[in-house]
């Protein structure tokens, strides 16, 4: 496989790109994006196999059970990072190894239906703090200790919608690939 393929598995819908002068009716239709993920992302994983779990996504890539889990691991990080950004000024948030985390046991073992649950119950709690933001709050912000990078919520609210979309993909190309469905 040549550089340009395993890139195209890395990042099918490209890598995460911030527009120019974010709108209201654009990071409303993020907001509106991650309510639906969950019921989306289940509908996809739907029927899946142990086998077909356990494939991974790209050479060397994680499998759709440690897809699955980090989607929850990476968006409970981004609630807590709202969080942060509504609550402290300009807080510094905590960065985690996600390629650690998804070597733990959980990630490789545990039901991807914990992982399913939780993104649903997460997702109302965030669209429902995030529906409820002012203008002004909307620009309150995290620093990022990785590159010392200040996020506002909005940016948040378009990098997670992002996110969701990224893996998302990466398990529907996956499956299209295999002929699964």
């Known amino acids: 496989m040549d550089k340009n393929d395993l890139e195209k598995l890395k990042y099918p819908i490209g890598t995460f790109k911030l527009q120019d002068n974010l709108t209201d009716a654009f990071v409303d239709s993020c907001i509106t994006e991650l309510a639906e993920y969950p019921k989306k992302l289940a509908e996809l994983v739907e029927g899946l196999t142990e086998d077909q779990l356990n494939t991974p996504y790209r050479p060397e890539g994680w499998t759709v059970r440690q897809l699955v889990h980090h989607i929850a691991d990476s968006h409970h990080h981004s609630y807590t ?3 942060w950004a509504l609550t402290e000024n300009k807080a510094v948030i905590k960065a985690y190894e996600e390629k650690e985390w998804s070597k733990l046991i959980d990630a490789n ?7 399913l ?3 649903s119950a997460l997702h109302a709690k965030i669209v429902y703090l995030l ?5 002004v709050e909307m620009q309150y912000c995290y620093t990022h200790p990785e590159n010392n990078t200040e ?15 990224h893996h998302y993909s990466h398990i529907e190309n996956l499956i299209k690939r295999e002929g699964w469905y």
């Open 81 to 83: 990072r709202f969080k």
């Open 109 to 115: 073992t545990a039901p991807i239906q914990l992982s």
């Open 117 to 119: 649950t939780y993104l």
């Open 131 to 135: 529906r409820s933001l002012s203008s």
């Open 151 to 165: 996020v506002t919520v909005q940016e948040n609210i378009c990098k997670y919608a992002w996110h969701g979309r």
